[in-house]
T-cell receptor
């Protein structure tokens, strides 16, 4: 199972773009990269998933270089409500067997 | 269907008692997962089902833990002879697997267990 490494915490200000990078050196050919967001006392919520290059949806972008050994979640113009823990997962066809890890605690300040 | 629901949301029990949690996944989802999360940590995988078959169990799932998904719909997680170390948030998630590829997982709000 691929192990992921993320920064423990990050600080930002409202309106800024935030980039959180995740390392997954042992990613397998059939693995996808998925990011989740979690608020206190709630279950994680899916943000975005990708395999290679760039994926964009209404809330975030995911950048994956050609070697796929890392990925960067980009949150444009964050607000106070984006303060949460963000988890990077690498998963294959088996599903969510991968350990989430401690995630990255993002603090958005006014 | 409004998503994954878990019951109860909170449970306080005395050490040594048995507890059972229920998870109702999104109806068309064939995969169901259980996770445990303690304060400040990410969710830890416990087990998952493909339809009614339990396909994998983590080593974290001791003999006191048992999970079922009898008809491939709802699932139960039972903890026997609870210990204080079992205090945690128990999360359930479901997803749809087609052709070997998973869609995103949807998580419930969790059941917070406190063993006193």
């Amino acid at each position: 199972l691929a192990k992921t490494t993320q920064p423990i915490s990050m600080d930002s200000y409202e309106g800024q773009e935030v980039n959180i990078t995740c390392s997954h050196n042992n990613i397998a050919t059939n693995d996808y990269i998925t990011w989740y967001q979690q608020f206190p006392s709630q279950g994680p919520r899916f943000i975005i998933q990708g395999y290679k290059t760039k994926v964009t949806n209404e809330v975030a972008s995911l950048f994956i270089p050609a070697d796929r050994k890392s990925s960067t979640l980009s949150l444009p113009r964050v607000s106070l409500s984006d303060t949460a823990v963000y988890y990077c997962l690498v998963e294959g066809t088996g599903g969510f067997k991968t350990i989430f890890g401690a995630g990255t605690r993002l603090f958005v300040k006014a | 269907d409004t998503g994954v629901s878990q019951d109860p949301r909170h449970k306080i029990t005395k050490r040594g008692q048995n507890v059972t949690f229920r998870c109702d996944p999104i109806s068309e989802h064939n995969r169901l997962y259980w996770y445990r999360q303690t304060l400040g940590q990410g969710p830890e995988f416990l087990t998952y089902f493909q339809n009614e078959a339990q396909l994998e169990k983590s080593r974290l799932l001791s003999d006191r833990f048992s999970a079922e998904r009898p008809k491939g719909s709802f699932s139960t997680l039972e903890i026997q002879r609870t210990e204080q170390g079992d205090s945690a948030m128990y999360l359930c998630a479901s997803s749809l697997s087609t052709g070997g590829r998973n869609t995103e997982a949807f998580f419930g709000q969790g059941t917070r267990l406190t063993v006193v």
